[in-house]
């Protein structure tokens, strides 16, 4: 099994289709988290801001702030459904998300698990995330999302898309590059977490996050949704 792993969270996994808090799916994060830590594994999470962080800021466009400004929105957004996850973990947990890398640094002196939401405007938490797994040397990076892998087209959109089950760094950029990047408005992965996970080559894998189980699963190396890695 891997040693270091970074686990990105995504914010449409935390709420349930009505938009309430999914406390059991939270719970069940907690619980596959804790177990992953007590088998000896160092954990970083990373949550995203979800429909919450997608209302607040339609508003803000709106009112047609700067975008930076709106996904400051997003980022504090993002670090309050951290702490929901931080309060299910109790006292596996760093106490606060860190806010930026030196907060990181900080904080991985603990032996907990490290749990935050963004950084910093113009990239999604994806991109926090690869940042987080480059800094930590983590082994892989793992992509709880509401679908269970890359498709070659969005399966929203288009009900003929087929699940692709490996890519490498550049064929995964052609199908991302065609997304938005307007804040609220990152879908499956942005550039800037691509341009990471590339110029680092870390083994990332998309998987449905739905199932908290498949992050064990992820984790233990079992072929599961999406791998995108050097081929
Ligand atoms: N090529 C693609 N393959 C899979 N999903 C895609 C693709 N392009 C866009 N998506 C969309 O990305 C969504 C996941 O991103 P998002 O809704 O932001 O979830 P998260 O809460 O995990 O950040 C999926 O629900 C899917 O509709
Ligand atoms: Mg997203």
Request: net charge neutral.
């Amino acid at each position: 099994m891997v040693k270091s792993v970074v686990v990105k969270i995504g914010g449409s996994l935390i709420f349930t289709e009505k938009g309430d808090v999914n406390v059991d799916r939270i719970s069940q994060y907690a619980q596959v988290l804790s177990t992953l830590k007590d088998d000896g594994m160092n954990l970083c999470v990373v949550v995203g801001g979800g429909k919450a962080a997608r209302d607040f800021i339609k508003v803000l466009h709106k009112f047609n702030v700067p975008e930076a400004q709106s996904d400051m929105m997003g980022i504090r957004v993002s670090r309050i459904n951290a702490l929901l996850l931080i309060a299910a973990l109790g006292k596996a947990a760093y106490p606060c998300p860190p806010r930026e890398i030196p907060e990181l640094a900080k904080a991985l002196t603990t032996d907990k698990i490290i749990v935050m939401g963004g950084i910093q405007p113009g990239q999604s938490t994806n991109a926090v995330a690869a940042v987080v797994a480059e800094y930590t040397r983590s082994d892989m990076l793992i992509n709880a999302t509401s679908v269970d892998g890359v498709y070659t087209d969005d399966p929203k959109e288009d009900p003929n898309a087929k699940k692709i089950d490996e890519l490498d760094y550049d064929d995964f950029q052609e199908l991302v590059i065609k997304k938005g990047s307007r804040a609220g408005e990152y879908a499956l992965f942005d550039l800037v977490a691509l341009k990471i996970v590339s110029r680092s080559s870390i083994l990332t894998k998309i998987i449905n996050g739905s199932d908290p189980n498949n992050i064990l699963r992820a984790a233990k190396g079992e072929k599961i949704g999406t791998t995108i890695h050097r081929r």
